[in-house]
């Protein structure tokens, strides 16, 4: 489900964080690491990765399903709000059966492209 190597023109701050959800909801974490700022990153990629291994190791059928639901989930992107040189762009996640989550997502520009440098639940 996702469209590593690619080449296509430079993400915006909006797709960026797109893409990045999107290569999270898939398992995809070697394209979740080039979308983001690793570094500070590390944490939530780290945790995500554990949660998709632990699934894996249950039942390798439930990671093709979670895979599968959460990879037709809609991103809306709210707003995007400049914030010195980073963007915070504000967006929800609605996944099947009405599960929806509001967050936020911290971006910076960085060697040319822009990189997902937090994410958080919105206020």
Do not use: H
């Amino acid at each position: 489900c996702s469209q590593t190597g690619k080449k296509e023109k430079a993400l915006g701050p909006e797709e960026t964080v797109e893409a990045f959800c999107k290569a999270i909801a898939c398992g995809d974490f070697a394209a979740a690491r080039e979308l983001c700022d690793t570094v500070s990153m590390a944490p939530y990629l780290g945790a995500c990765q554990e949660r998709w291994d632990n699934m894996a190791s249950m039942d390798s059928a439930l990671v093709d399903i979670a895979a599968a639901l959460l990879s037709s989930a809609q991103i809306d992107i709210k707003e995007t709000v400049r914030d010195g040189d980073c963007r915070k762009v504000s967006y929800s996640i609605d996944a099947t059966m009405g599960m929806k989550k509001e967050k936020v997502a911290v971006v910076r520009k960085e060697e040319g492209a822009w990189r997902v440098e937090m994410i958080s639940d919105a206020q």
